[in-house]
């Protein structure tokens, strides 16, 4: 950790989470529009370029979703060195998320849970604000999701209004369908809803590359929390969907790794350091249905250079971090960058 981030962050965790948040966004956003930061922090050199779903990824470290909940400081994440950026889950309404507090510090387990429940401007407000992004030469990912009120049998809908809103300004597009803070959301990870959801968004993508000329790859995003005959059944509908990308993981319901901490006993998902090993079986299980046929990224835990090489090691191409980077600071995103280009 830098000593700037030290201070920083001693600041920063005096106030209560959502609030220390909002204090670090609207930070980022100022630094974006005075332009200060390609001075202060030039673009990371490219260490480790990669090809993967027709794209080009500058280095394998990317930012997972969640943080960016609108969009609106791409340019500025970028400068801090992430080779990707996933921004959302953005609905196709705007929405308020669960009430306050919803978001939860484990200092000494380098954890944090959350609650939030999609809180976010609604896609097209998202399409707007990431526009703006100037001088981004990453890879934009855009996490979409259903709104909390829009029925499971209706959930196709939503997650179609938001592909088609945001396929114009997407590099890639990733479902979210393994949020545990909106009510019913795993049900659609059941291999029936799951291949339906799938062809669904397949035959639309198939319309919408024609009408763009460019095929914008589809990711599916997964819990930590799948059994192994939920990882074999969804692979095989994710084989013959045809899907082109999966992240491995979203946040855990499980305690275990956390039992007897105060905190523990919050509603929500849980993420950092404590998921690492939980979020590597699931991404290896997948490896090892899935082979190299659909490159995954792996998400859950990061929290050193080493916990990067692992999920590579696991089965991941590319490596998404978020809490991590909360408690660390942005050194840590150019050393696992660094790391990954030593394998
Ligand atoms: C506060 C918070 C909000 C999040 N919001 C989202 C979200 O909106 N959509 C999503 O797909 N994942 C969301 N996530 C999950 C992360 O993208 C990531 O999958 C998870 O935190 C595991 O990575 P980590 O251990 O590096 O944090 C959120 C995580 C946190 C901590």
């Given at each position: 950790m830098s000593a700037a981030y030290r201070i920083a962050r001693s600041l920063l965790f005096r106030l209560d989470p959502e609030t220390a948040h909002n204090v670090s966004m609207a930070g980022l956003r100022m630094a974006e529009r005075s332009r200060v930061l390609p001075l202060a922090?030039?673009?990371?050199?490219?260490?480790a370029p990669v090809e993967l779903m027709g794209l080009r990824f500058p280095n394998r470290i990317g930012l997972a979703a969640?943080?960016?909940?609108?969009?609106?400081?791409v340019d500025a994440l970028g400068h801090l060195g992430f080779g990707f950026v996933e921004i959302g889950t953005f609905t196709p309404r705007p929405q308020a998320g669960?009430?306050?507090?919803r978001l939860f510090r484990l200092v000494d387990r380098e954890a944090i849970i959350n609650r939030?429940?999609?809180?976010?401007?609604?896609i097209e407000e998202g399409v707007r604000n990431a526009r703006?992004?100037?001088?981004?030469d990453g890879v934009l990912g855009f996490n979409i999701g259903k709104n909390k009120t829009t029925p499971n049998e209706q959930a196709a809908d939503d997650y179609l209004s938001c592909l088609r809103a945001c396929y114009a300004a997407a590099d890639y597009i990733a479902v979210n369908f393994?949020?545990?803070?909106?009510?019913?959301?795993?049900?659609?990870?059941s291999e029936d809803s799951c291949a339906r959801l799938l062809e669904t968004l397949k035959r639309e993508q198939e319309k919408l590359e024609s009408e763009h000329g460019r095929k914008v790859p589809l990711l599916f995003k997964v819990a930590p929390d799948l059994d192994p005959p939920q990882v074999a059944g969804l692979s095989r509908v994710f084989r013959d969907g045809g899907l082109e990308g999966l992240i491995a993981t979203n946040t855990t319901i499980s305690r275990e790794e956390v039992e007897g901490h105060p905190r523990a006993g919050e509603a929500g998902g849980l993420s950092g350091r404590p998921l690492l090993e939980k979020s590597n079986d699931i991404l290896r299980a997948f490896h090892s249905e899935l082979g190299h046929a659909i490159p995954i990224i792996g998400a859950g835990g990061v929290s050193s250079p080493e916990d990067a090489a692992s999920k590579i090691r696991a089965g991941a191409s590319l490596v998404q971090i978020y809490s991590a980077f909360i408690f660390q600071g942005p050194a840590l995103i150019r050393d696992c960058a660094r790391h990954l280009d030593t394998l």
């Open positions: 922090l030039p673009q990371p050199e490219c260490v969640g943080l960016d909940k609108e969009g609106n400081t669960n009430p306050k507090p939030m429940g999609f809180n976010n401007p609604g703006t992004s100037r001088d981004f393994s949020s545990p803070n909106t009510p019913g959301l795993r049900d659609l990870q």
